[in-house]
């Protein structure tokens, strides 16, 4: 693994207590940084905080991202806690259940779009000020190859992720040149406790669909997050970065 330089850098990972959102804190930590993690789980913070191992370089905040006074809250916790943010990782996501469109029910496609799209929203909008004051900024978000192709009976996920990749580029040209980089990733599936909210035959469809013909290591979304996240991005802005096995054909 290259270590990245992230030495004194503070890092907001969404849902960042498990899965990808955990291999990017073990990432950012061995890279120098100190992470937050959000995440609406108490026990997994706690869990995650210790098999980190990192002391006073993690912080955990318990939060419901969706709720933009919360978000707020949290956001000016960690600043006294670990200091300025300088790297925001919208990583947090539900799939929703599996069903076409016409029998999605209204409730759940409004919670996906909640969680997977508008809480990405409130994250930036309360995070991204302090990045433009100080002029340095790192924001990542976590997209999906489905926001690119749409997959079958995920019409809510399909369409929230198409609005993370929308609202990065709207927000990489806001920010263009005044020191804060706003990139996202859309990666194939991994195999993390999301896959508990999908039927065994979208699983399945998901993995037909990669010519690599495996599903992507949590590690390997960690190693592009981690460069995204660095100086070494310095040019790119509003990109959207594949990790899908060679599945998107742009």
Avoid at 208 to 235: H, Q, T, Y
Wanted: glycine share 10%; proline share 4%; hydrophobic share 45%.
């Amino acid at each position: 693994m290259n270590k990245l330089d992230l030495n004194g850098r503070v890092a907001v990972i969404t849902g960042g207590a498990r899965g990808i959102g955990y291999a990017i804190a073990q990432r950012f930590l061995a890279s120098g940084a100190k992470v937050s993690l959000w995440d609406m789980d108490q026990a997994a913070i706690d869990a995650a905080r210790t098999s980190l191992n990192a002391g006073a370089s993690v912080d955990g905040q318990l939060l419901d991202i969706t709720d933009d006074a919360k978000v707020d809250a949290a956001a000016a916790a960690v600043e006294k806690a670990l200091g300025p943010v300088d790297i925001l990782v919208n990583n947090a996501g539900i799939t929703g259940p599996n069903k076409p469109t016409w029998e999605y029910p209204v409730a759940e496609w409004r919670r996906v779009i909640e969680v997977d799209l508008t809480a990405v929203f409130l994250c930036c909008r309360a995070l991204a000020p302090g990045m433009l004051k100080r002029g340095y900024g790192r924001i990542v978000n976590i997209a999906s190859v489905a926001g690119k192709e749409g997959n079958p009976n995920a019409p809510a996920y399909s369409a929230a992720k198409a609005g993370v990749i929308g609202l990065t580029k709207s927000l990489g040209k806001e920010l263009a040149g005044k020191g804060v980089i706003v990139n996202c990733v859309t990666p194939a599936a991994a195999k993390t406790d999301i896959f508990k909210q999908m039927t065994q035959e979208h699983i399945d469809y998901m993995r037909s669909k990669i010519p690599m013909n495996r599903f992507v290591e949590v590690e390997e979304i960690a190693a592009l997050v981690g460069w995204l996240s660095s100086p070494d991005c310095s040019f790119t802005t509003g990109g959207v970065f594949d990790i899908s096995g060679g599945r998107a054909t742009y």
